[in-house]
């Protein structure tokens, strides 16, 4: 955690510590107090009271600390969250949502439960010490005072040298009140604190973070000092959070941190897949001798397209015409010869199996529908519902206006219409579409040129972005969830 971060954990659980000191002098003096006063069973009986009022009040205390402290460090964790995201050049819009709500309330009462067990055992140990005293009464009451006096000074010597709250866990580990506190404390407003982190992040379409370094980094840290980690456990390549925490990272006293990570490789490789999708023209695709020809049925496959295609571009326009939107550049919805030679060959070129190239490619069908960005969201839902009613099925759903990473901004989908013929419809406003098809396509091109210079591509990838960025989000945007059936996800 960064250092003003700690600080303000540190008196959070000072807060909870000093509670804990005051409520143990206080037992402590009851017991003293009966002590003194002689045999005599109403002083025990008091004493008793008085212990369980206290621990009463020390319950009513954790639930009051639990319920206070853990969501203002959790919300810590989002500010921190926050900023690394500001930091690299991404917005948020987010708040104090469900999924937040959700997790303060399970870490509060983790916490609360934690902190009652201790109070149990404070509670067994007074009652152990009341028997004993009942017994010595009793003892004293046959053997005479100065019996009773002789016992009462070995328990004032023993609770002077062990206090009363002294315990051994599970593990075999001596704690008292204060230790064993602040670990339970100190643990869970880290937890806390980094859970917050980690949700705003994954909130925001992020999964990878780095692992903080320093200096006398302990064993159980130092082989993560410096590793990328992936939050929820979906990106490959990498070990996960909870694996770094199950090693031993993030402990009681850990200094370690965490913070956002961006794979600008991955980023890159994303946004050209997206580009390569999306900006598709018979013009892009001239250079097929590099890869050579693959032996692949194309023409199988566009006749089989051009077959299905007149009664789904049927259903098309007069679906989304009767949700207020219009179909663009229907001319293009069968993708040529040389364009889908073209994409199976750069696919062949990257790695996938010659079998496997045309069950990955979708779009040899295609449509692209604009709406305005008021009534964006609204449209998409009421045309998908309209092609489910017609037998179609979804089985993609790709939106990248939530997509920080990603400087193509639309929302595609993946269906399979009632004939088998699998298809590709974009969702754009006329904004977002002008960006796709003008303002990005020719930096785009450079971009994927051997020819550019690392230099040029970065100022590139910047412009690219920075053009994203003045594109308003559609209204309600959020609510479109991204799906991939074709992967089994």
């Not at 990878?208 to 939050?231: D, F, M």
Request: aromatic share 8%; proline share 2%.
């Amino acid at each position: 955690m960064a250092r003003d971060v700690r600080q303000f954990s540190d008196a959070e659980i000072e807060r909870l510590v000093k509670f804990y000191e005051q409520a143990e002098r206080e037992i402590l003096d009851r017991i003293n107090r009966a002590l003194l006063r002689a045999n005599k069973t109403e002083y025990l009986v008091q004493m008793k009271r008085n212990i369980e009022a206290i621990l009463q009040q020390l319950r009513e205390g954790n639930r009051t600390w639990c319920t206070d402290s853990i969501p203002r460090v959790y919300s810590e964790g989002l500010k921190n969250a926050d900023a690394m995201l500001k930091d690299a050049g991404f917005s948020v819009s987010a708040g104090f949502g469900a999924i937040h709500q959700q997790a303060v309330q399970v870490l509060a009462e983790n916490t609360f439960q934690r902190l009652q067990d201790v109070t149990q055992v404070i509670g067994r140990q007074a009652e152990g010490i009341y028997r004993d005293l009942a017994l010595e009464n009793v003892r004293g009451a046959v053997a005479g005072y100065e019996t009773w006096k002789q016992a009462a000074k070995r328990y004032r010597q023993q609770l002077a040298e062990h206090g009363v709250t002294g315990f051994k866990d599970k593990a075999g580990r001596n704690w008292n009140m204060r230790s064993y506190t602040e670990m339970v404390a100190r643990t869970t407003t880290m937890e806390a604190h980094l859970q917050g982190t980690a949700n705003r992040l994954v909130e925001q379409g992020h999964d990878l973070v780095k692992v903080s370094t320093h200096r006398g980094a302990c064993e159980k840290c130092a082989p993560w000092q410096g590793k990328i980690l992936s939050i929820t456990g979906k990106t490959p390549g990498y070990p996960t959070l909870e694996e770094a925490k199950a090693a031993g990272l993030f402990h009681p006293r850990c200094r370690h941190a965490y913070g956002l990570h961006i794979d600008l490789d991955k980023e890159i490789e994303e946004l050209e897949a997206e580009l390569d999708m999306q900006l598709e023209t018979d013009e892009n695709y001239t250079n097929k001798q590099e890869y050579g020809t693959i032996k692949i049925p194309i023409d199988k496959i566009l006749e089989e397209a051009a077959k299905n295609e007149p009664q789904i571009t049927q259903d098309m326009q007069r679906i989304v015409t009767q949700n207020g939107g219009r179909l663009e550049g229907l001319e293009f919805r069968l993708k040529s010869r040389s364009s889908l030679e073209e994409k199976a060959t750069t696919m062949v070129a990257g790695g996938v199996d010659e079998e496997n190239v045309l069950s990955g490619i979708y779009d040899v069908v295609r449509y692209t529908d604009i709406i305005d960005k008021q009534n964006f969201t609204s449209h998409y839902f009421s045309v998908i519902d309209s092609l489910k009613r017609n037998g179609y099925k979804v089985k993609r759903v790709k939106n990248t206006w939530t997509n920080k990473r990603s400087a193509y901004k639309g929302v595609n989908v993946v269906l399979e219409a009632p004939n088998g013929q699998m298809f590709e419809l974009q969702f754009h406003t006329p904004e977002s579409f002008d960006v796709k098809q003008n303002k990005m396509h020719k930096l785009y091109e450079e971009h994927r040129k051997n020819t550019t210079s690392e230099n040029r591509k970065l100022e590139l990838e910047n412009e690219m972005f920075e053009i994203s960025k003045a594109l308003e989000m559609p209204a309600g945007i959020e609510r479109i969830k991204n799906i991939d059936l074709l992967r089994g996800d």
